[in-house]
């Protein structure tokens, strides 16, 4: 059984601080996932990690995939408010990677 | 303009009386499938489907029925729903074409309470 564990689970930062989520799973994928829900509203799809070593950025985000330690970043340079979301990583496993689990979600506050 | 469109948004009902929540989807994908989101579990997937007429359990599909009759519509199904099914529940979409950059498409959410 596929286990996606992200850290923190809640995090406040000030803005202009940089900061790291992890994402950890547990079997082997050829892909993950990065979701932001704003409160009470969807999922908005941030950045999909097809390789081993794939780097994707965008604005103040910026999310890695090391698929030997089965770790993904989200590495969030000089925070600002807007930010303030709960962000969730997924990763695909099964025949044809339709199945999907997520990590519990990490809930950034971002402090002006 | 490309999205998955749920109905209803929100939804009260009593323990025991069928319910269906509809997803359709714009954009030709294949692949569908249904999730509830509850504090502190994050998002769990309650069924799939990789094209018509083929669908399959996810983590959490007790309780629940799915069909996929068209390629755009893939309802969800309560047919005695009981209180610990009250949740937020998403519907998402996407391509089956392996090693592209197949992003998945929520829908708005549905939030269902059972009493």
């Known amino acids: 059984e596929l286990k996606v564990e992200q850290n923190p689970l809640f995090l406040s930062m000030q803005e202009g601080k940089n900061y790291t989520i992890y994402c950890n799973y547990s079997?082997?994928?050829?892909?993950l996932y990065w979701y932001r829900q704003d409160p009470g509203k969807s999922l908005e799809s941030l950045f999909v990690?097809?390789?081993?070593?794939a780097v994707k950025q965008e604005g103040r985000l910026m999310a890695s995939l090391d698929t030997k330690a089965r770790l993904s970043t989200l590495h969030i340079t000089a925070a600002v408010h807007d930010l303030s979301a709960t962000y969730f990583c997924?990763?695909?496993?099964?025949?044809?990677?339709?199945?999907?689990?997520f990590g519990k979600g990490t809930k950034l506050s971002v402090i002006p | 303009e490309a999205q998955v469109t749920q109905n209803p948004r929100y939804l009260i009902t009593v323990t025991g009386k069928k319910l269906t929540v509809t997803c359709s989807q714009n954009?030709?994908?294949?692949?569908m499938s249904w999730y509830r989101q509850d504090p502190g579990l994050g998002l769990r997937q309650i069924y799939y489907?990789?094209?018509?007429?083929?669908?399959d359990k996810g983590d959490v599909p007790e309780g629940y029925k799915v069909s996929r009759k068209e390629k755009r519509n893939f309802p969800l199904i309560l047919e005695s729903p009981s209180p610990n099914q009250t949740s937020l529940y998403f519907c998402?979409?996407?391509?089956?074409?392996?090693?592209?950059?197949?992003?998945?498409?929520f829908g708005q959410g549905t939030r269902l309470t059972v009493v």
């Open positions: 998402a979409s996407r391509p089956s074409l392996r090693g592209m950059n197949t992003e998945a498409f």
């Open positions: 079997t082997t994928s050829d892909r």
């Open positions: 990690l097809l390789s081993n070593g």
């Open positions: 997924a990763v695909a496993s099964g025949a044809g990677s339709y199945q999907l689990t």
């Open positions: 954009m030709n994908h294949e692949y």
């Open positions: 489907s990789m094209n018509v007429e083929v669908t």
